[in-house]
């Protein structure tokens, strides 16, 4: 009988499941389709650039600034024990664009943007707000999630680009400044050594895969989370660790992938 009773259990368990990676599918395809609707009221869309990206700003430009700081502190005592320390430059600017810059980035607009993302459409599924909506005949998700969906995806990438330009500065600072690095070496490896296809348009893709991936997570989270105190804060927390996970996870895709094309 335990036997059986945990089979039904498991059995019903991956239902769920399945059920909740298709409904997320279609959520998906739907904002997919909707997009051109979404980009016609660019007004919408450019309202929640402004809310997901000016209002993260503050948190990125300060992490850039302080990741910059350290990989001068670190990369300069490691190349020195090589001799090169005059590629400083080369490593601080390629370990962001390529790397740092797109994924910290992302994982603080996960903890930032995505969980204010989730509460948002938490509370308003709480509130009823969304099912007025629908009684008024207007589409919740071309009307409230497209929009928010779009201004993540254009958001995250200008943050990455930010993150970057500011570490780099705060290498230049660390290493130019205050360790005594020659400038003229510092920006001219930086200037030969970085490619702006492979490793800025690299670092670009990232930020377009996470900005989809981590909007996406938190829009859906919110959607479905149930109409309560609890179910908003069990979403908002979840949002944030699935959001986090999945930047991980893609980033060890992508760069598989980079470096085999």
Do not use: C
């Amino acid at each position: 009988m335990n036997l059986v009773n945990g089979l039904a259990a498991l059995g019903a368990t991956t239902r769920q499941l399945l059920a909740d990676w298709g409904f997320g599918a279609r959520l998906f395809l739907r904002l997919v389709a909707m997009s051109g609707a979404a980009l016609k009221r660019f007004g919408l869309v450019r309202d929640q650039v402004h809310f997901l990206g000016n209002y993260s700003l503050a948190i990125i430009t300060v992490s850039g600034l302080f990741v910059g700081f350290v990989l001068g502190l670190q990369g300069y005592y490691t190349l020195q024990r090589y001799g090169s320390s005059e590629a400083l430059g080369l490593l601080v600017a390629l370990s962001l664009v390529r790397e740092l810059g797109p994924v910290v980035a992302a994982l603080l607009y996960a903890g930032r943007a995505g969980a204010s993302l989730t509460a948002e459409i938490g509370l308003m599924r709480a509130g009823e707000q969304l099912t007025a909506l629908e009684m008024m005949a207007v589409d919740p998700v071309q009307r409230i999630l497209a929009p928010r969906f779009w201004g993540g995806i254009i958001a995250l990438p200008l943050l990455a680009a930010v993150f970057s330009a500011v570490g780099i500065l705060g290498g230049y600072v660390v290493g130019v400044l205050l360790i005594g690095v020659d400038a003229g070496s510092f920006w001219s490896q930086m200037q030969g050594g970085v490619d702006v296809f492979k490793d800025v348009g690299n670092g670009i893709v990232k930020s377009v895969v996470f900005g989809v991936a981590v909007t996406f997570i938190a829009l859906l989270q919110g959607y479905v989370a149930k109409p309560t105190p609890e179910g908003v804060a069990s979403a908002t927390t979840r949002s944030v660790v699935v959001s986090s996970l999945s930047v991980l996870g893609l980033d060890f895709i992508l760069t598989a992938m980079m470096f085999s094309i």
